[in-house]
């Protein structure tokens, strides 16, 4: 686990973060210096750790900032991608991943990928001289005999009129054959990695324009169906994108904007509600709402509809 880890001053210096108690502001930073690259953190241990109760623990948890995981208190911080960027080449999966993906369904992890190779050191190869046979500037390879008296040659290698062996590895331009290979090799890498690395922008780039699409659409959801339209609320909403598919969000506001004094806090009840349960489809959704009819549970309705959203909003909750 690194030894730092970064805070986001747009979390840490918001209202709803600075009226918490102090114990539990206090807490939050600490479950922050323990958490993995993953955003996931053994809560228990770090209250033990920093001598804070329980009860501090439970108001992160009802405003949001953690989701609970298990029995245990491992638990999930909601704005970790906010808080921190791990680079792919150094991120390590939590132990905790599966159990995450199972309870936080829809999230988006880093996914980690291996370095990329260091710069190679240059190689005598590619200066044009072999560790073992130094070339000098008259172009006899060092281990060479010295001239004959009479043709300057030695009896026992034949030097070509260039200056080198028959069998030299050397190119007429001085260079080792082999640096020419070992470039090769060099330019294939560095063209993979280019190309790999076009393939992810251009899919970061497609991804970001469907996030994009999605703040749009449940901002306009938003404020035809809540009655506290705050930016803060909005912000919050689209939060719950890291966790739910932007359809079960929809949902979950014009299901609330058919109640009487429609507020974000029953959207969020929802929604919560339906992490808890490890819901993540609109046919979940409804099969959890047969259910619920069973037991004979109802949802009190607003009769009053001059605008008609409320009645399309009850025909797409009773499209089944």
Known sequence: ???????????????????MPGESQRLYFHLGLDTDDDGVVEAYSVMQAAGISEEFFNILVEKGYVIVLNDDLVSYMTDW????VIRADRKVDSIY???????????????????????R????????QTNDSPSPDNGQTSDSPNKNEKSGQSNDRQMADNG?????????NGQHKTSKVKTSKDNLEKENLKKENTSED????????????????LKIIFENSLEDITEENINE?????????????????????????????????ILNSWLAKGIN????????????????????????????????????????
Request: aromatic share 6%.
């Open 1 to 19: 686990m690194p030894n730092r880890r970064m805070f986001s001053r747009k979390i840490c210096r918001s209202a709803k973060f600075l009226k």
């Open 81 to 84: 991608r906010e808080h921190n």
């Open 97 to 119: 991943k599966e159990l995450l993906l199972e309870k936080v369904p829809g999230i988006k992890l880093v996914e980690p990928r291996k370095r990329a190779s260091s710069r």
């Open 121 to 128: 050191k240059k190689s005598s190869e590619e200066d044009g």
């Open 164 to 172: 080198q062996t028959d069998d030299s590895p050397m190119t007429d």
């Open 202 to 217: 251009n899919l970061s780039e497609s991804n970001s324009n469907k996030v994009d699409k999605d703040y749009k659409k």
């Open 237 to 269: 909403c689209i939060n719950y994108l890291n966790y739910l598919p932007v359809e079960l969000i929809e949902y979950a506001l014009i299901k609330t904007g058919m109640v009487k004094n429609p507020n974000w806090q029953y959207t969020k009840v």
């Open 281 to 320: 489809t609109l046919q979940k959704v409804k099969q959890d709402e047969k259910d619920f009819k069973k037991n004979n549970r109802s949802v009190e309705t607003d009769s009053n509809d001059p605008s008609g959203f409320k009645r399309k909003g009850e025909e797409l909750l009773n499209d089944e």
